[in-house]
């Protein structure tokens, strides 16, 4: 248009300039909430403060990540039914975390999991296992935050590298928590949540006034055992709901059927790929042998590894402490599952609508696959009413600057607060001045935000929730059997926590990074060059389906593993139970009313200083 | 039982007591727990075996779709404010039990 456009290459200015102010603002709002709290006690006398209402804004603007905002339309356009699973599992994780933990670990009165494991087992060896498994599942899930970075950048900047991305944002972002900016400050969190809300609804309200609702929109699919007379895909006219307009698909589009129904794509990849090696003539009897069974394990492994997942994730249980008593942690708990169930209906309706109306985005692949149909799906009405498509693609990219800056950051405190405090200030140097230590901080975030920058820019060929689904499964036979177990049952020992935990954790992520070293060898950018040595894992897998799933997704084998080891070991080793195992759990499950935590913190002041 | 408060302290700390508490409060975990597990755990056996039922269309969506996609938020919602509430009376009534 003009010479200042040309400039840029061809960046729109509406979707540039939200973006920007939405990291500016951030950007600011963490400075600025730096200044006025200082301490972690701050954040969290501070976080005692406020009001249910903000509390779960809070909590939700934190849990929801790039793979809520761009992941969960991206993977329903590609995979449909079966990727439903996600966002409603993903709220619905909740609910166990309400049930059996949320309101005996707040009771008790510690900060963090490894808070926690020192506590209930008097054991700071403990401790620093448990610290472990915060750098595990944060890198997990760090990677997907960056993936995010590096397809909105490149959605925003076209012709920047995805690597460009990931190293802008992540260094950024590295930066400002380095420098003490982004504390996860509840206000700032709160923001955010309602930024991201704001930003998935109205594109999506508007993007279906225009083209059809979200049940239209599903209708235009031919689901199974229906007629198709609309096959071709071409014009919609005869399948169930008429009027909606559809592209045709392209070849590496899947089918409708196999797309509306459930066993789809996403769960039945391992059995078609092991179909696909067998001989013409023995295909169709190995499907209808296979394809079923098998993905109903993958559903029921992906149920397990989310919703137990959900309740081990360290950075969201550390804020259920900033509510002022149990009632309110309660409350808060039932308003975040509102608050994210409300958000997590709208992400697949872009999924929906990108598989009618821009089914180009199948042939794309890495940053310019399916993984950006949310950024990209508002600019369609702008042929129709100019200007307007390209603010809204402008609000959903701020929308995705809020949701991976916010996870990021998140993770990135939790994860060098672990490393800083515990590895270097309880393990290196404990006897560190609080200046080192505060060096050792900052230190510590650049290294980590290096790490995490580093790996991901090899992820650019996964898919952005499915890396999301893998930290939930570390999680689930981590940490969720840990805090289960040890609220729950008081026979619990050290070592055997010590070792369900490792073992099943341990276990989980190496079946995630396997998978991943298989997937990564299968792309055919410089990433397949990479991990070319890992192709024989995909020859194998071919050969057993089921392993791959399990592979896949771990949770179903890992989580019962983990407790069954805890029961083994624990009884083998029950003469070590903790001493005053009765008052901790009266501490853990008696009402607040009776003030017992009080009574407990007395009994202890001799004991392991803070 | 006539003086409250040293008695008070020896039934908190009693054995029966903490077995007591634990027990009301974990079965309502459970039953509210059992109800989201059938709910959540039978869908995919409703897709496996019904599967011509569940693509049954309503409005647009298939059943399923319409299940997964849609209500299971709000039953989710409805079970947690039922676990609230309870759970909440079953404090305030250990409590009581103890001061009464």
């Known amino acids: ?610 | 039982m006539s003086s409250p408060t040293p008695n008070h302290d020896d039934v908190v700390h009693s054995e029966p007591f903490l077995r007591s508490l634990m027990r009301r409060q974990l079965a309502l975990s459970i039953a509210c727990a059992a109800t989201f597990l059938v709910a959540l755990l039978g869908l995919p056996l409703l897709n496996y075996f019904a599967p011509d039922f569940m693509a049954t269309r309503v409005a647009g969506f298939t059943l399923s779709w319409l299940i997964l996609g849609v209500l299971f938020f709000p039953f989710v919602w409805i079970i947690s404010y039922v676990f609230i509430k309870r759970s909440l009376r079953l404090e305030e009534a250990e409590v009581q039990e103890l001061r009464r």
């Open chain 1, 1 to 610: 248009m003009n010479l200042h456009l040309a400039f840029f290459g061809g960046v729109d200015p509406w979707i540039f300039t939200f973006s920007f102010i939405t990291v500016a603002v951030t950007l600011w709002m963490g400075f600025r909430s730096a200044k006025t709290s200082k301490t972690a006690s701050d954040f969290f006398v501070a976080g005692r403060s406020v009001s249910v209402g903000w509390n779960a804004s809070a909590i939700s603007g934190e849990y929801l990540s790039a793979a809520s905002f761009m992941g969960i339309a991206g993977m329903v356009m590609s995979s449909g039914y079966d990727a439903l699973w996600y966002p409603v599992c993903y709220a619905c994780g909740y609910l166990f975390l309400l049930l059996f933990i949320a309101g005996p670990l707040r009771r008790f009165g510690a900060y963090t999991i490894p808070d926690f494991a020192e506590g209930r087992f008097d054991s700071p060896m403990f401790r620093k296992i448990a610290v472990c498994f915060v750098l595990f599942i944060g890198f997990f899930y760090t990677m997907p935050q960056m993936k995010g970075a590096g397809v909105t950048l490149a959605y925003i900047f076209p012709g920047l590298p995805y690597w460009v991305g990931v190293v802008l944002v992540g260094a950024v972002i590295t930066l400002n928590v380095a420098l003490g900016g982004m504390k996860g400050i509840t206000l700032v969190q709160a923001v955010q949540y309602w930024i991201k809300l704001f930003a998935i609804t109205v594109p999506v309200f508007v993007l279906m006034a225009v083209v059809g609702f979200y049940n239209g929109q599903v209708g235009a699919n031919v689901a199974p055992g229906e007629t198709a007379t609309a096959a071709s895909g071409i014009q919609a006219s005869a399948s169930p709901s008429t009027s909606i307009e559809r592209k045709p698909l392209v070849a590496k589009a899947p089918a409708d059927t196999a797309w509306i129904a459930p066993f789809g794509p996403l769960t039945t990849k391992a059995v078609n790929a092991a179909a696909a090696a067998l001989p013409v003539e023995q295909r169709a009897t190995f499907l209808t042998e296979h394809q079923k069974p098998y993905s109903l394990v993958y559903t029921y492994s992906l149920i397990i590894a989310l919703v137990c997942g959900t309740a081990g994730l360290p950075h969201i249980l550390v804020r259920f402490y900033t509510n002022p008593d149990g009632v309110a942690a309660k409350k808060t708990t039932m308003w975040v599952m509102i608050l994210i169930g409300v958000f997590y209906v709208f992400p697949p309706v872009f999924g929906v609508i990108g598989r009618n109306l821009m089914p180009e985005l199948y042939s794309g692949v890495g940053a310019k696959g399916t993984d950006k149909v949310v950024l990209e799906l508002p600019t369609l009405i702008s042929a129709k009413y100019g200007v307007v498509g390209s603010i809204l693609s402008g609000i959903t990219c701020a929308g995705a600057f809020a949701a991976f800056m916010s996870t990021f950051s998140g993770l990135l405190v939790s994860m060098t607060g672990a490393l800083a405090h515990d590895v270097y200030g309880r393990m290196l140097r404990p006897k560190s001045s609080s200046a080192e230590r505060m060096v050792a901080f900052k230190l510590a975030a650049i290294l980590i935000g290096g790490v995490a920058v580093t790996l991901g820019c090899f992820v650019e060929p996964l898919e952005i929730n499915f890396m999301v689904g893998q930290a939930f499964a570390i999680a689930a036979a981590s940490y969720f059997p840990l805090l289960f177990m040890s609220v729950w049952w008081r026979g619990m020992t050290m070592k055997g926590a010590a070792t369900g935990m490792l073992t099943g954790g341990l276990c989980a992520l190496g079946a995630a990074a396997l998978t991943n070293l298989g997937t990564l060898a299968l792309d055919k950018g410089p990433m397949g060059k990479i991990f070319a040595n890992f192709a024989p894992l995909n020859g194998y897998w071919a050969e057993h389906p089921l392993l791959r799933i399990l592979c896949e997704q771990p949770a179903i084998w890992s989580v019962p593993l983990a407790i069954t080891l805890m029961i083994v070991v624990s009884k083998a080793t029950s003469d070590q139970v903790p001493a005053d195992i009765r008052m901790k759990m009266l501490v853990l499950h008696a009402p607040e009313k009776l003030g017992l935590k009080q009574e407990y913190i007395q009994d202890h002041q001799a004991g392991a200083g803070h």
